[in-house]
């Protein structure tokens, strides 16, 4: 069982920078590829990065690649996005999500997720 704890959303104005954090609980956190996904209002959860268990391995979506990163400490059983150069269409609900082995850029071969935190990104 993992459970995981989202932080770090908030408001910000476009081009402006922030950085979600996402805390796993759990022994085997390590053992878990983690993903980024998002939901705006009336649209469907997306996916937005993923990281393989041992951090070697990144995906972007698209819409996000080369102004998000998405990293990792097993240490600290604490993954996180930094999102730069926000525009207002990066508003959204972001949820992290833990998936047992391999990385995985389709929301249904998570098993766990996050309760979510808010990004508005004002123009």
């Known amino acids: 069982q993992v459970q995981l704890v989202e932080s770090g959303g908030g408001l910000v104005q476009a081009g402006g920078s922030l950085r979600l954090s996402c805390a796993a609980s759990?022994?085997?956190?390590?053992?878990?590829?983690m993903g980024w996904f998002r939901q705006a209002p009336g649209k469907e959860r997306e996916f937005v990065a993923a990281?393989?268990?041992?951090?070697?391995?990144?995906y972007y979506a698209g819409s996000v690649k080369g102004r998000f990163a998405i990293s990792r400490d097993n240490a600290k059983n604490t993954v996180y996005l930094q999102m730069n150069s926000l525009k207002p269409e990066d508003t959204a609900v972001y949820y992290c999500?833990?998936?047992?082995?391999?990385?995985?850029?389709?929301?249904?071969?998570?098993?766990?997720w996050g309760q979510g935190t808010q990004v508005t990104v004002s123009s």
């Open positions: 759990g022994r085997t956190f390590s053992s878990y590829a």
């Open positions: 990281i393989s268990w041992s951090g070697g391995s990144t």
């Open positions: 999500a833990a998936k047992f082995g391999g990385t995985g850029t389709i929301r249904h071969v998570y098993d766990y």
